[in-house]
């Protein structure tokens, strides 16, 4: 019979694990050592310095100091004769060459100086020759042309073109107002014109002053002044304009004007009369305050228009002045803001007014 096999053995139960008290379980620490007890700061003991033994008195020595032999003088060489001594700090040449340096600056700058401050000149050619009045209206030229007894317009650029002719009498003076009318005056009638806007530009209506010559007249907004050769005197109007149309209204009367006998210009520019005297080649300035006139300064246009050259008319426009020339005709313009122009010398009396 075969052997049978033994039961397997099996395990017993392990015991269970008793519970360790907390007591036992942490470790036991040894107790804290006692602290130190504290100790007081040391203080350092400080010693004073030993005191400084006082330096022995300097013994008087009985030599003489040394005393510095002076060296002997070196022989200067002798000034070289000739050339050479002219050009020493003292020489003559010298201060004659430091002179002529500097009055070769000085007139160098001044030069300079003139030529920049020389007012920029311009000349524009015309294709009628004996034009005798000129006016503006800011912007164009208009010249008289007694010859056809037209008005001649002119741009600033030089071209021209013919306005037709005119009618009435003939021209002394002329002017344009901001309407676009045309002013007149005639050498031989006492009297202002203003002319219509048609292609005749014919008269539309007439001031008569029976006793006067009017002869450069102008315009500026509603202020009109016109010389009198003859009286040698200038007149002041206040333009005024309604529906019914234009009046004239005298304001004042200046006698005695220097320039009115033989004036050929007359310009109104900012609070200043313009007169220009072609006799003497200058423009004289006024200073219209409507109690006086008082020359203030003038123009000299003798380096650009030759005496043999009559001057015939002057007007202001755009910025500029311009003189009308009869032979070779033409017209001369300068810029207002480089012209220089001179105080007069001595100073004149100022025009009072004489009456309306």
């Not at 397997?8 to 050592?33: D, F, G, M």
Request: charged share 20%; glycine share 8%.
């Amino acid at each position: 019979e075969p052997p049978r096999p033994e039961p397997a053995a099996v395990p017993e139960p392990a015991a269970p694990i008793a519970a360790v008290p907390a007591e036992a379980a942490a470790p036991t620490l040894p107790p804290p050592a006692p602290a130190a007890p504290e100790q007081p700061p040391v203080v350092k003991e400080e010693r004073p310095l030993p005191a400084a033994r006082p330096l022995p008195p300097p013994r008087a020595s009985l030599e003489p100091p040394p005393q510095a032999r002076p060296a002997a003088p070196s022989p200067s060489p002798s000034p070289a004769p000739g050339w050479d001594r002219l050009f020493e700090p003292s020489g003559p040449l010298r201060w004659v060459l430091g002179l002529a340096a500097v009055g070769l600056v000085v007139f160098t700058l001044a030069r300079l100086a003139g030529i920049l401050l020389e007012p920029s000149h311009g000349f524009v050619a015309l294709p009628a020759e004996g034009l005798a009045a000129l006016a503006s209206d800011g912007q164009d030229l208009f010249a008289y042309d007694p010859a056809r007894h037209e008005i001649l317009t002119v741009s600033p650029d030089g071209r021209s073109w013919d306005g037709g002719p005119l009618s009435g009498a003939a021209v002394a003076g002329l002017a344009r107002d901001s309407d676009g009318a045309f002013w007149t005056t005639s050498p031989d009638h006492g009297a202002l014109y203003e002319r219509g806007l048609g292609a005749a530009r014919s008269v539309r209506k007439m001031y008569p002053y029976p006793n006067r010559r009017f002869g450069a007249v102008d315009i500026s907004g509603d202020a009109l002044w016109t010389l009198d050769p003859v009286n040698g005197s200038a007149y002041q109007y206040l333009l005024g304009r309604s529906l019914l149309g234009t009046s004239l209204t005298p304001v004042s009367q200046f006698s005695g004007f220097p320039e009115t006998a033989r004036a050929t210009g007359l310009a109104l520019q900012e609070g200043l009369l313009l007169v220009c005297d072609p006799a003497l080649r200058r423009v004289v300035r006024y200073r219209a305050d409507g109690a006086a006139l008082t020359p203030v300064d003038e123009f000299d246009l003798s380096p650009w228009i030759a005496a043999a050259s009559p001057i015939t008319g002057m007007a202001v426009a755009d910025g500029r002045l311009w003189i009308l020339v009869a032979s070779p005709a033409g017209l001369h313009d300068f810029p207002l803001e480089r012209m220089r122009w001179k105080r007069l010398t001595p100073p004149q009396a100022a025009l009072r007014p004489a009456g309306g």
